[in-house]
């Protein structure tokens, strides 16, 4: 089992977010033979989307040559992504965001489809819910499971982070179960019916995606 962690707090090694992501990780680890890689946002050259819809058009295309294809192909790869961020108004910081924004693509043709993602908050007023939330809709929009979230205030406790541990281990559970959760299946096939539509409507313009759409055979 492949496990990507995406951590964009730009205090990398001491973020309480990223401390507490490891010991998701660690309770992952402990249960199922996991590779997982680390990534650090704030290390890597990551510029905005300008909206040109070359990745619509064909696929993986896109005119920007920074780290963004790179973290995509590894998001492809991985059968678990955990997304780490802090809080920041209400919503994941602006790298993650970024990340999201240029893999568009991922959404029109629900490439997370099969995976989990796990998100993991800190805040410094505890409020981590919306922040959750927005990563739930994410995995969702994408095709995704939402394998559940934690959420902190930055002092980590022993019991957070026994409770971070835990969540590994579940996370390890519904990768061998291959957990299915109904509510989120009916959400995830909701939004698949909406892009097919969509994808009818700009076959002329979203040539690749249509295909693939085309070649799943879900037109
Ligand atoms: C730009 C910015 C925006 C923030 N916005 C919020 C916020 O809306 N609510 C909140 O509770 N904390 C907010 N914080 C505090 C961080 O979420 C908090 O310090 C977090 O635990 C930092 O995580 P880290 O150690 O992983 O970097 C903000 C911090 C920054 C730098």
Same mark, same amino acid.
């Given at each position: !089992? *492949? +496990?990507l962690l995406l951590s964009s707090s730009p205090r990398k090694e001491k973020s309480q977010t990223f401390l507490l992501a490891k010991e998701v990780l660690r309770g992952v680890a402990s249960d199922v033979a996991a590779e997982s890689e680390v990534i650090?946002?704030?290390n890597l050259k990551i510029e905005f989307c300008r909206a040109c819809e070359a990745c619509h058009k064909k +696929? @993986?295309?896109c005119p920007i040559k920074d780290d963004v294809n790179m973290v995509m192909k590894k998001m492809l790869e991985a059968d678990v992504l955990v997304f780490a961020s802090p809080n920041y108004i209400n919503q994941v910081a602006a790298s993650l965001k970024a990340i999201f924004d240029r893999a568009s693509h991922f959404i029109h043709c629900k490439r997370l489809l099969g995976k989990y993602i796990f998100g993991v908050v800190t805040s410094g007023s505890g409020q981590g819910k919306a922040v959750l939330d927005y990563i739930s809709y994410y995995a969702h929009t994408c095709g995704a499971q939402y394998a559940g979230g934690i959420s902190s205030q930055p002092q980590l406790t022993k019991e957070k982070l026994e409770e971070a541990f835990k969540s590994g281990s579940k996370i390890a559970l519904d990768i061998r179960e291959k957990k299915v959760y109904p509510e989120q299946i009916e959400i995830i096939e909701k939004? *698949?019916?909406? @892009? *097919?539509? +969509? !994808?009818?409507a700009r076959k002329n313009e979203w040539k690749e995606e249509y295909l693939y759409w085309l070649d799943k055979g879900w037109l």
């Open positions: !089992m *492949k +496990i650090h946002l704030c +696929i @993986f295309s939004g *698949k019916q909406y @892009f *097919k539509e +969509i !994808m009818k």
